[in-house]
């Protein structure tokens, strides 16, 4: 398999691992956690498992130059307290499906920041490839023909969601370039850890921990899987593609959540959705065959 097919796919995998979040979340939901409870539990047991791991196989990994390691905080800032602040906070004064449709506007920042900082080529796939994407989520999460219009806070937070999640894509695609991603990945967790703190209420989430004796092993499950795997999968796959393909790839993330919410909610399915994750699928094949080096005008 070759390099951009193999971070092709990592990024596909992270996008699969994020998207299954719900199962997780609507258990410790209704378990009583708040939302910043279960992103704190999450990164707790990541920055655990990886530090483990770590020191059980290769203690290098721990090393990281004095110069990166503020760009590594920048990234636990976002990644834990700015992103789930402003999608958490879109999700309640809106409505889930568009915080989703605002979220996937961070592929546009993405190929802008991407172009301004590291000079990447946008090619006409990649915009055609954009289109589908956007559009495809807006389809998948059934957002038009409801009738329902967002206060303006909540779309101002919402493309702030999408604008944050492009930083962490950009910044992360930074920091693998001069570190390993394990190390990356474990800083990033640590940091995004450290700065939910404040917003755990300690005693109140220990006291539900000790009512519901299944919040631990569910939440270690949640950390596995949508946090310490989904992490690396997506920092071992930006050091191998594009940041900007790597965004569309990441589309994944909302079809493998409808189908979740399909399949195991009962969620309603219709046409409009179906046309959606082909959209997307399409996007994500269009992308990948994007060979030419050759640059929009």
């Keep these: 398999m070759n390099k951009n097919r193999k971070g092709a796919l990592l990024i ?17 939901d209704a378990a009583g956690l708040g939302t910043m409870q279960i992103a704190f539990l999450r990164q707790l047991f990541s920055t655990l498992v990886f530090t483990l791991f770590i020191f059980c196989t290769d203690r290098s990994k721990f090393r990281i130059q004095p110069g990166d390691l503020a760009l590594l905080v920048l990234i636990g800032l976002i990644n834990g307290v700015m992103f789930n602040f402003l999608y958490f906070y879109t999700i309640v004064n809106s409505r889930a499906s568009i915080a989703v449709v605002l979220l996937y506007t961070s592929p546009v920042f993405v190929m802008i920041l ?11 796939p990649k915009h055609a490839a954009l289109i589908l994407t956007v559009a495809g989520c807006v389809l998948v999460t059934g957002v038009l023909g409801e009738g329902y219009t967002p206060p303006g806070i909540a779309i101002l937070t919402g493309v702030l969601t999408g604008l944050s999640y492009a930083l962490n894509n950009i910044l992360t695609s930074a920091a693998v370039k001069r ?5 990356v990945t474990l800083y990033t967790l640590l940091f995004s850890f450290v700065f939910l703190i404040p917003f755990s209420s300690g005693r109140e989430l220990l006291a539900l921990c000790r009512a519901t004796p299944m919040v631990l092993p569910v939440a270690f499950l949640m ?11 997506f920092s071992v796959g930006l050091k191998l593609i594009e940041s900007g393909k790597a965004a569309i790839y990441g589309a994944t993330e909302p079809i493998v959540g ?3 919410g399909i399949l195991i909610f009962r969620e309603e399915s219709n046409l409009m959705k179906i046309i959606g994750i082909v959209m997307v699928v399409t996007a994500i094949l269009l992308i990948g065959m994007d060979s030419s080096g050759r640059e929009t005008e």
Excluded at 12 to 28: E, Q
Excluded at 114 to 124: D, N, P
Excluded at 179 to 183: E, Y
């Design 223 to 233: 950390c596995l899987v949508t946090g310490a795997l989904a992490q690396y999968f």
């Design 114 to 124: 991407a172009r301004l900082l590291f000079g990447e080529k946008i090619t006409l």
């Design 12 to 28: 596909i995998l992270a996008g699969t691992c994020w998207g299954v979040i719900s199962i997780f979340i609507n258990y410790l």
């Design 258 to 260: 409808t189908l979740v």
């Design 179 to 183: 570190n390993d991603p394990l190390t």
